[in-house]
């Protein structure tokens, strides 16, 4: 059965760094691609970035400067880290294979 | 990057009716070396995760009715929802996953009146 769950810090200050963790299951990530998608509060869908199954990375444009994904395959966990956080940073992220399987996602409050 | 321009923003029907949401990328998402257009379809119902309805632009995914219709080729897509159910109350966006970085549409609202 393939599951992503999403963890991490509900609460970043500004300019901070935000650290989650997707941890995957039912699949292998030399397999499969993991992508990390955030939704602000009561707006659209935006990608941010993908770990492919080789391990090489994409970013969002406006994101790269500010995010990097990784991961531990022994832990079948992908990793997402963004600096500078700022208020519209606020959301909920999401990991997801995009095929089908997409993680509860988790809300991150950029607050101080 | 590829521009997703979706519409329309927001759409209120009444069960049993067709709805039409369009999405169209400023660029080509067809591969000419598989003829497929990379466009995918998803439903997010309120509180919830999305859910991937309709991938390389009409193929559905397993599990969803038959009344949800992907079309289009190229650079101008169609979800068409036929026969609307109240459960079809959710936001739905379109993906290009032609090339990176992925971009999404805007998204549309539909209600049931």
């Known amino acids: 059965q393939v599951q992503l769950k999403e963890s991490g810090p509900g609460l970043v200050q500004p300019s901070q760094t935000l650290s989650l963790t997707c941890t995957v299951s039912g699949f292998s990530l030399t397999s499969y691609n993991v992508h990390w998608v955030r939704q602000p509060p009561g707006k659209g869908l935006e990608w941010m970035g993908r770990?492919?199954?080789?391990?090489?990375?994409s970013y969002n444009s406006a994101l790269k400067s500010r995010l990097s994904i990784s991961r531990d395959t022994s832990k079948n966990q992908v990793f997402l880290k963004m600096n500078s956080l700022q208020t519209d940073d606020t959301g909920t992220y999401y990991c997801t294979s995009l095929e089908g399987y997409w993680g509860q996602g988790v809300m991150v409050t950029v607050s101080s | 990057d590829i521009v997703m321009t979706q519409s329309p923003f927001s759409l209120a029907v009444s069960e049993g009716e067709m709805v039409t949401i369009n999405c169209k990328s400023s660029?080509?998402?067809?591969?000419?070396?598989?003829?497929?257009?990379?466009l995918a379809w998803y439903q997010q119902k309120p509180g919830q995760s999305p859910k991937l309805l309709i991938y390389?632009?009409?193929t559905r995914q397993s599990g969803v009715p038959d009344r949800f219709i992907g079309s289009g080729s190229g650079t101008d897509f169609t979800l068409t929802i036929s026969d609307v159910q109240a459960e079809d109350l959710a936001d739905y966006y379109c993906?290009?996953?032609?090339?990176?970085?992925?971009?999404f549409g805007s998204g549309t609202k539909l209600e049931i009146k």
């Open positions: 770990m492919r199954y080789n391990g090489d990375t």
């Open positions: 993906l290009q996953h032609y090339s990176y970085p992925l971009t």
């Open positions: 660029q080509s998402l067809l591969s000419s070396g598989n003829q497929k257009n990379y």
């Open positions: 390389y632009a009409s």
